[in-house]
């Protein structure tokens, strides 16, 4: 059997690393690995290459690369700055790049008509007018990384011939782990601290992602995500908060059935559902004991101390280029919060200032997304100057 050619966006970060470990468990036979793209984690980059020995390594920061280039020197790599060299020699591509730096290469790969692993939701959120027409090209195939889309995708699959807009529906359920502030007022928040906010109580991620956990502008955005991937209207996607995260998201049906996707929290699942997708791989990564496991809790989330997940459904419900502002401010804000300039509760009134100046339009092209998003991210950088002044 012919190996399957994976190429990873991303690959130093959490999703990247995590998908090498996919690769390894299933073998080389099953997989192999022809690309890996950095923004400047060279000395990750450089070890990965040298295990992997890839066809092409993309590393975007110009130092990091002349390091990269030099360390392979003497193997048949090429080196390059562009991020969607990567998908040319590849099967399927993992998107684990984090922010909207990971939409060119969502774009390229669907244009040419391949299997993307999407776990770069802000390149979906941001673009979804310009990324969507691109999803109809013959080959391309879009695979959610996200533990929650890809429970989703699971549940679907279950419905017959299911397609965007089926009637057996009756909505989408996203679970939340409520993050490490779960249960807490906006008042206990007010001087939280970076360590704290990073201090997820059941998944290990990337700086940005945990932030946007405590927040609950992850699940905010995974509700616009879950709107662009599936076709579902925002009034039927509901969010519940599920501290175990043992269950990963559910789908009900018309007749009140409920299907839900379960395993242990572990991204290895749902980057491996990606990679063997349409079949599945043979490493249960994720298995549950059902002799220890005692209880499963729900609850409604908090939209008052976690203003973001409305937010993000005000963004997604006035649509256009208003998801593509809301993520670029979010992303300025939670870097801010990261280099205490910004309090981690002024995260959320950063990105109300910048939604509520929205100028209404809607994107086109990948240039027009590009202005979105810095022209938002022009007027969280004002907000976040204006409220961090004494």
Known sequence: MTPVRVAIAGSSGSIGTQTLDVVRAEGSDRY?????????????????ALEFRPAVVAVSDEAARREVAAALADEPIEVTDDATALVDAADVVINGVVGFAGLPVTIETLRVGKRLGLANKESLIAAGPVVQPLRSTPGAELVPVDSEHCAIHQCLRSSVGFDHGHREVGRIVLTASGGPFRGR?????ADVTRDQALAHPTWAMGPKITIDSSTLMNKGLEVIEAHELFGVDYDLIDVVVH??????????FTDGSTIAQLSLPDMRLPIGYALGYPNRIGTPFGRIDWTRL?????????TDTFRCLGLAYAAGRVGGTAPAWLSAANEVAVDAFLENRLRWADIASVCAE???THDGATPDTVADVIDADATARRRAEAAIESISRP
């Open 185 to 189: 007022t906006l008042d206990e928040l």
């Open 243 to 252: 501290p175990q995260s043992i269950v990963h998201s559910m789908v009900e």
């Open 354 to 356: 910048v939604l509520d």
């Open 32 to 48: 192999e690995v022809v690309g890996l793209g950095v923004g400047a984690s060279a000395a990750t980059v450089i070890e990965q």
């Open 294 to 302: 005692d209880r499963l809790d729900f609850e409604p989330p908090d």
